[in-house]
């Protein structure tokens, strides 16, 4: 069959260009034309480097510059191409060039392509859609304290639809790392330290972006934020039973319900195997488990890195075949390694099969997003569009808002009006410790000084001044990492003469060690960074009661000063909006209503790991002298208004282990404000075949009630909830005792709720309950 398409070199409309074929038929039939050389071009790559290079430093991705280097356009289009990286997110474009550069590429990727096959497109979007003018929202960190999976897959829609106006296809997030050491740079990347929560609103963000048209990927599969000492890339010392119930959770989670398209593999080596180069992990647990029929890419040079850092393939061809065989589909950002599949099946490495089944996973996912139908005109890709739009800054307020927390209050905060101010610290009055390492102003804009950060992001100085006037001084103190003791008498005498002293202390996200947070920006230990522990004793020694606000990427160890202070409030990188939305936290124009997605420790060294810990991870008086127990503990979160819990009740206390049974939480706002409360269930194993977390989270619900409103909050709880991996390797339930422990964090508990599981041990096949839904009956 064929019809007339002067879009196609060939100007005809072949099986797998009809969109009323099935689409394995057109899969099959396009993958059946092309040669072996065809076949590799689509399982690449190519980053095209900034036009304005010559003057610019550093790297936006590691070893970027020694990695690109020799990669041309003319080689990596030869024979058609899988992806292209980053037209947006490399260098600051407009909209209008941007759109031209993209239409310019798609059409010479068509005209190379023997049989007009187009490029995926692809973008970073961790903190909204990494390109210049574009908006950013709070870091996933932050995401995580809001407890909010419908404001954040709200949150994704926007994002996708701004991706998919300008012709974006796939956009590299979420990130589902579930943090195991603070210490590592990435933190502010996830969403937080317990694998529930980290799953649920990854799987919301995944439904929002690809509900706009967007490809969602994956990352970093799996076990990246577990590497010894929190150090990037380090390898990862994990045992198959915590990798299974903590690590691979979230993925699961988004695979199956958020129904991901895309997974990007981990740099790391678990347990000696690099993540990139494990069919284990990459076809026997993500495909013949999980039934994820999606495309794998690599993470970018991952591939490389099998050679030249882990030193598991002894030259490129054999680490292309490693990956292509582990079920590795794309290589990103370009093809370097994957240029030498052809001689990889020379070798006897891998045979063309293994490179058909990667290729028809591509060509599958690019029929999937439209690329090969009639209708795909490279000259029309994309559209003008206002990437920072008024609905996103306020969507990107919201998130804001919902995500910091109150940590501490003795009634200073809201601040009153005529109040003066003395607000002071490196945080203050720099409106990029607002945002995160993947934010465009942090990741790109720090190489182009003179373009300033190319969207309004208000500092907390000028959202404070617009409210209280000249009431407002300000002292930088100490910047954000440099020793330097320069400013702190300024400082002191502001506050001396102020009513209330906000210092507000922190993080300024970069890359590679340019800033405090973000990837390869790990820390030592958990002081707060440079000087500004000691800013915080000098401004605390003047007697003014003094607001601590830290704006960070990573929880800092606030033992020895939080509890000299009037309050304490957290903001986890609250994006573009932040100084609005601490602003009017801070003045009670929004009730916080955040709660901590990671615990936020006493003392800076002694406890790099998270709640989600056996007995013997935890305090254990005569065993050892380090309490690993935090300051505030996971969970937890103060409001200017709170709901008050009743005792919670189950429907049954004997339960099948295939059975399922009802938490009843009764809540009511007995104040003169609306409230919010984040209701929070754990199971607590009194004992098991093998060592089990105190407690673990296992449902949530963000509930806001008006003044003088009750209602009751019903959490469905399925025995597969309390499933874990027993001795055998096998998941299971197992039958005794335990309890549901429900409260307002994972310290705070109000009700202890004990039940058994009755019946035989149960081993449990894949396609489990992996949730906890929740209603809401207003009284």
């Given amino acids: 069959m064929h019809i007339r398409n002067d879009m196609h070199p060939q100007n005809d409309l072949h099986l797998w260009n009809d969109p009323q074929q099935p689409t394995e038929s057109r899969v099959q039939a396009l993958l059946a034309e092309l040669s072996l050389a065809e076949k590799i071009g689509q399982l690449g790559s190519f980053w095209p480097t900034p036009r304005q290079a010559g003057q610019i430093a550093g790297d936006v991705a590691p070893m970027e510059s020694g990695l690109s280097a020799g990669v041309t356009w003319d080689d990596a289009t030869r024979d058609g191409l899988g992806h292209l990286t980053r037209n947006w997110g490399t260098e600051p474009v407009s909209v209008a060039d941007g759109l031209a550069h993209l239409r310019d590429y798609q059409r010479q990727v068509i005209e190379r392509s023997r049989l007009g096959i187009p490029a995926i497109a692809h973008e970073e979007c961790l903190t909204g859609f990494t390109a210049y003018g574009a908006t950013v929202y709070p870091a996933a960190i932050a995401w995580g304290a809001t407890f909010d999976p419908d404001l954040i897959e709200r949150m994704a829609h926007a994002i996708g639809a701004d991706l998919a106006a300008v012709g974006v296809h796939q956009g590299l997030s979420p990130l589902l790392d579930v943090v195991r050491d603070y210490r590592w740079g990435r933190v502010e990347e996830t969403t937080g330290e317990d694998p529930y929560l980290v799953g649920t609103l990854g799987a919301a963000y995944v439904r929002g972006l690809q509900e706009a048209g967007v490809h969602a990927t994956l990352k970093h599969f799996a076990g990246y934020s577990a590497s010894r000492a929190g150090r990037n890339h380090a390898p990862v010392p994990m045992g198959p039973r915590e990798f299974e119930d903590v690590m691979l959770y ?9 129904g991901a398209r895309s997974v990007m593999n981990s740099y790391s080596d678990i347990d000696g195997v690099p993540a990139a ?165 942090n990741h790109v804009l720090g190489r182009y000084p003179d373009l300033g950060l190319g969207i309004r992001v208000d500092s907390l100085r000028d959202a404070l001044t617009e409210r209280f006037g000249d009431a407002v001084t300000h002292a930088l103190g100490a910047p954000v990492l440099e020793a330097d003791r320069s400013g702190f008498d300024a400082a002191v005498a502001l506050a001396s003469a102020a009513d209330v002293a906000v210092l507000a202390v922190g993080d300024l996200a970069g890359l590679f060690g340019q800033g405090t947070s973000g990837e390869g920006c790990d820390a030592e230990d958990l002081r707060l960074p440079g000087v500004q522990g000691e800013l915080v004793e000098a401004v605390l020694a003047t007697g003014t009661p003094v607001v601590l606000v830290v704006v960070s990427g990573r929880p800092y160890a606030l033992g020895d000063h939080a509890d000299r202070c009037a309050a304490v409030v957290q903001a986890f990188m609250p994006g573009e909006e932040g100084g609005a939305a601490l602003a009017d936290v801070l003045t009670g124009v929004v009730d916080p209503s955040g709660r901590l997605p990671v615990g936020i420790p006493a003392t800076v060294g002694g406890q790099p790991g998270t709640y989600l810990a056996p007995p013997l991870g935890w305090f254990s008086e005569g065993v050892s002298n380090l309490d690993p127990r935090p300051l505030y503990p996971f969970g937890f979160g103060l409001g200017y208004a709170q709901l008050s819990l009743g005792e919670a009740e189950l429907d049954r206390t004997e339960v099948p282990v295939d059975g399922e049974l009802t938490v009843s939480v009764p809540v009511t706002n007995t104040g003169e404000r609306t409230a919010t409360e984040v209701v929070q269930v754990y199971l607590h194993d009194d004992v098991a075949e093998v060592t089990r977390p105190i407690i673990a989270l296992i449902g949530y619900a963000r509930v806001t009630l008006e003044p003088g409103e009750s209602a009751c909050v019903r959490f469905r709880v399925h025995a597969d909830r309390t499933s874990f991996t027993g001795t055998d390797l096998r998941r299971i339930v197992e039958p005794g005792a335990m309890s549901l422990r429900v409260g307002t964090s994972s310290r705070d508990i109000v009700s202890d709720l004990p039940f058994t599981l009755t019946g035989e041990r149960r081993v449990v096949g894949e396609g489990r309950v992996l949730t906890t839904p929740w209603t809401l009956e207003r009284r």
């Fill in 250 to 258: 979230p993925f699961e989670l988004a695979v199956r319900e958020g």
């Fill in 277 to 441: 180069s494990s069919r284990d992990l990459l076809t026997g647990v993500l495909r013949e488990r999980w039934g994820f029929d999606g495309v794998v890419v690599s993470d970018y040079w991952a591939v490389t890195f099998l050679e030249t850092m882990h030193r598991v393939a002894g030259g490129p061809a054999e680490a292309a075949a490693l990956a292509v065989s582990a079920g590795l589909d794309v290589e990103l950002p370009n093809t370097g390694t994957y240029a030498r599949l052809a001689e990889a099946v020379e070798a006897g490495l891998l045979d063309e099969a293994t490179i058909d089944t990667a290729v028809a996973r591509v060509l599958r996912q690019k029929i999937d997003l439209g690329l090969l139908d009639p209708g795909f005109d490279p000259a029309t890709v994309g559209t003008e569009r206002d990437l920072d739009s008024a609905a996103n800054r306020q969507l990107a307020r919201e998130v804001a808002e919902r995500s910091i927390v109150l940590l501490a209050n003795d009634g200073v905060l809201p601040l009153a009006d005529g109040t003066s101010v003395a607000l002071i610290g490196p945080c203050a009055d720099e409106a990029r410790t607002f945002m995160g390492c993947y934010s465009f102003p």
